[in-house]
């Protein structure tokens, strides 16, 4: 690159409002049109981009009443169709959306302890 630096602006968008506790982690989908946010709420919100821009991004799910602790990280599958939550309560679940519904469809338990990423 010629030795040039190349400066960029970030910019504040939008501020995503609905978690009642602290945000642990977020999370792109792998077609960067959906952000998955995990919290010690126990909930797991998924966001959509509206085709709006004035209204931009919007709460579209609530995954909840699966894990018992705060959730500490959500991780998509590669074809974005599955999403891992690993749990302070020492699970993870692994939740799959259908026609925009989505539903658990595993939980894995064994961990002594918390589990903090997938």
Do not use: Y
């Not at 960029?8 to 998955?36: F, I, K, M, N």
């Not at 026609?99 to 064994?110: F, I």
């Amino acid at each position: 690159m010629n030795g040039t630096t190349v400066a960029h602006r970030l910019q504040h968008v939008q501020t995503l409002e609905g978690h009642q506790d602290r945000v642990w982690h977020l999370a792109w989908s792998p077609d960067g049109t959906s952000l998955a946010s995990c919290s010690s709420d126990r909930t797991v919100r998924i966001w959509q981009k509206s085709r709006q821009e004035v209204v931009g991004w919007r709460c579209v799910a609530v995954l909840e009443d699966t894990h018992t602790k705060s959730i500490r990280w959500c991780c998509w599958s590669p074809g974005g169709i599955h999403l891992a939550t690993a749990s302070f309560d020492g699970t993870t679940a692994i939740w799959q959306v259908q026609r925009g519904m989505w539903e658990e469809v595993c939980k894995l338990e064994g961990h002594e302890n918390e589990v903090k990423a997938v």
